[in-house]
């Protein structure tokens, strides 16, 4: 977009006043039209004449701030029979080379500035080559099935502080079963999956550029262990998926964090389940097994009173 320029005085100059209101506005939209057609202050005749009265015309012409064909001004070019020119319009407004020559900069920023944000969806894994698709074309090279990483400590599922399915302060503690043995190999878990395991990642990568996803060999993990029996890994592995995608957080080892929350997760599963033998099951009132209380009570103790039962 262009501007027609009129400086802070334009009101006040004497060519201003001595033309009048209704020759001003006319000189205004002609500048205008000017402008946004990159006429350099050339006007063709006929638009001149749709826009105003011959008079207001005159009254530019006379007061020097418009030019008719064969003027006297040595400053400005002359028009072609019946058009007109704004007098030094360039002295104030920009040429046609020089609008195009920014309009032409302002659209290489902008393409830059598209190009930048694109390449930054892609690196986070949000453009069009997601991690879904990416997980399937990774190869599952001998070298990452090999590898072995250390065991990790069993402390959280992988996250930082507590997550809101942890068992709130106060609760009641139910005994849980004994978990599962934890003889397994990580690089079973890692296989199939590029994790990190990769030579060629970040030491600490996001999930969605280490390409995490639920392979056979953790399924395998989690069946041989006993995770399996105790939580639905699908669902806690979409949970776990999105939990570190939203918050970007950074692994060397997303098999291992995973480890870590399927074991913390079924953990809490079974740390909610009642103990064998144990009865959570409270009597209402009025049913068998459950106190007295009120009326009750009272009509049970005048029975008792009037059968000489003195128990109650």
Not at 52 to 81: F, S, W, Y
Not at 195 to 211: E, H, R, T, V, Y
Request: proline content about 6%; aromatic content about 6%.
């Amino acid at each position: 977009m262009a501007w027609f320029a009129l400086d802070d005085g334009f009101d006040t100059h004497p060519k201003v006043r001595k033309a009048g209101n209704a020759a001003v506005g006319l000189f205004v939209r002609l500048g205008v039209h000017a402008t946004r057609h990159l006429t350099e202050g050339h006007l063709d005749g006929d638009i001149v004449r749709s826009y105003g009265t011959e008079p207001n015309v005159r009254k530019l012409i006379a007061v020097g701030m418009l030019h008719g064909a064969g003027h006297a001004c040595p400053r400005c070019q002359q028009p072609a029979d019946g058009d007109y020119v704004i007098h030094d319009y360039l002295d104030y407004n920009k040429s046609r080379a020089q609008i195009e020559a920014a309009r032409e900069a302002a659209r290489k920023r902008q393409n830059r500035g598209r190009e930048t944000a694109r390449a930054n969806r892609n690196h986070a894994g949000i453009g069009s080559d997601s991690a879904p698709n990416r997980s399937g074309n990774e190869s599952d090279s001998a070298p990452n099935r090999a590898r072995k990483d250390p065991l990790f400590e069993d402390s959280t599922a992988g996250q930082d502080d507590l997550s809101r399915r942890d068992t709130h302060e106060g609760a009641t503690v139910v005994p849980s079963p004994p978990l599962p043995s934890h003889n397994y190999d990580v690089a079973d878990v890692g296989e199939g999956s590029t994790g990190s395991s990769g030579a060629d990642l970040d030491p600490l990568a996001p999930i969605d550029a280490a390409n995490f996803a639920l392979t056979d060999g953790m399924r395998r993990w989690a069946h041989r262990d006993g995770y399996a029996s105790l939580i639905d890994i699908d669902f806690v592995t979409a949970q776990f998926i999105s939990h570190y995608r939203s918050t970007g957080a950074r692994r060397k080892s997303w098999p291992d964090a995973w480890q870590k929350w399927i074991r913390e997760e079924a953990k809490r599963t079974a740390d909610r389940r009642p103990s064998f033998g144990a009865s959570n099951v409270i009597a209402l009132p009025g049913q068998p097994g459950a106190p007295l209380t009120g009326t009750d009570a009272k009509v049970a103790g005048w029975l008792a009173l009037a059968s000489g039962d003195d128990t109650q």
